[in-house]
């Protein structure tokens, strides 16, 4: 009797269907509505695999923060990219209900960048994919409505560590790497250069030469010597102006830092405008070196065309230096500007 009883309680457990849920099981879906998953998965992995490009390309592009000319590059890929991967992710792991707005998105931002192969198959799955999913069937977009958290994955994290890799090699190449592959030097490496005259050193380009002369300033006269190089064929200039300001007559460490503010705005707009140039940013007052400088940067025209111009001006005792590059980059004006070292007292 008992052992009946243990028969019966056994045969209704066996007799039990275990209870499986659409939403939790996918495995339950046919063939054909498998397959149109795994398609609009492929479509967030492509769209993934685009966001990640242009990170990387945006991580090359991190030296454009140095130059206002390419800035807008660095954006666009930045942007782009950050959009895509957070997109493909969603797509992805089918990740909330609003996966078809997402695919219709994607086809359409994908549009501007059809200029590649990865491009091309991201916007052209998206849109295919979003015809595909209207006509699914509603177990299968029940599927889809199921929030799922993104994963990082290790490939997440390598890209990621290569994107800041390549934004730290580029602002210590800023910083510290040679200005140009076109030196005249032949070696691609800096000069170094000595001006006793004027008690500095810096670290030129190219081979300067140096070109002596002097004006009159309140019937005063001002030596000067203007120091210049070229590389890259001639397409990049940098150049230092020295100026020794007779002492009998001005003494320029005596004035109040608002004074000295002009002094040096002053003398950074007869640069510009001796060079009939036009400012492109506003005077920028900073120490460098301990003394009062202005920076800015400016458009000048060569040969029918704008350059890109940079300049800093600054006093040290009578001794007044504006720093130039034209054609350069703002990181290639920065590595020679900040080259500069006084040797006097």
């Known amino acids: ?203 030129f380009p190219g081979k300067p030469t140096a070109h002596d002369s002097s004006g009159q300033v309140s019937g005063n006269t001002i030596p000067f010597t203007t120091y210049d190089s070229e590389t890259n064929n001639g397409n990049q200039e940098y150049d230092i102006y020295a100026y020794n300001w007779p002492t009998k007559y001005y003494n320029f460490s005596a004035l109040s830092q608002a004074n000295m503010d002009s002094v040096v705005s002053g003398s950074l707009n007869g640069i510009v405008q001796g060079l009939k140039g036009s400012k492109v940013t506003a005077s920028n007052y900073s120490k460098y070196d301990g003394h009062i400088s202005d920076n800015a940067s400016f458009k000048v025209s060569v040969s029918g065309g704008n350059v890109n111009g940079y300049v800093r001006v600054f006093f040290i005792n009578n001794y007044e230096y504006g720093i130039l590059a034209l054609g350069s980059s703002q990181g290639q004006f920065n590595i020679f500007a900040n080259s500069f070292h006084y040797t006097g007292n």
């Open 1 to 203: 009797m008992g052992t009946d009883r243990i028969g019966d309680s056994r045969a209704q457990a066996v007799r039990k269907p275990r209870r499986v849920s659409a939403k939790s099981s996918p495995q339950i879906l046919d063939e054909a509505s498998n397959t149109a998953i795994k398609r609009i998965k492929n479509a967030g992995i492509s769209a993934e695999v685009l966001g990640w490009v242009f990170l990387i390309i945006a991580g090359i592009f991190f030296y454009s923060i140095f130059d206002h000319s390419i800035l807008g590059y660095f954006f666009y890929f930045l942007i782009g990219g950050l959009y895509f991967i957070s997109t493909g992710k969603y797509i992805k792991y089918s990740s909330g209900k609003n996966l078809k707005r997402t695919l219709l998105a994607n086809g359409i931002v994908a549009i501007p960048f059809c200029t590649g192969i990865i491009p091309i198959v991201t916007c052209v799955q998206s849109f295919v994919n979003y015809s595909r999913f209207k006509k699914l069937p509603a177990k299968v977009q029940e599927h889809f409505n199921q929030p799922k958290p993104f994963k990082i994955k290790t490939h997440d994290i390598v890209l990621g560590v290569i994107f800041l890799a390549l934004c730290g090699l580029t602002i210590w190449k800023g910083n510290n790497g040679p200005i140009s592959s076109g030196t005249t030097s032949g070696s691609g490496q800096a000069i170094f250069y000595s001006a006793s005259k004027y008690k500095f050193t810096i670290d």
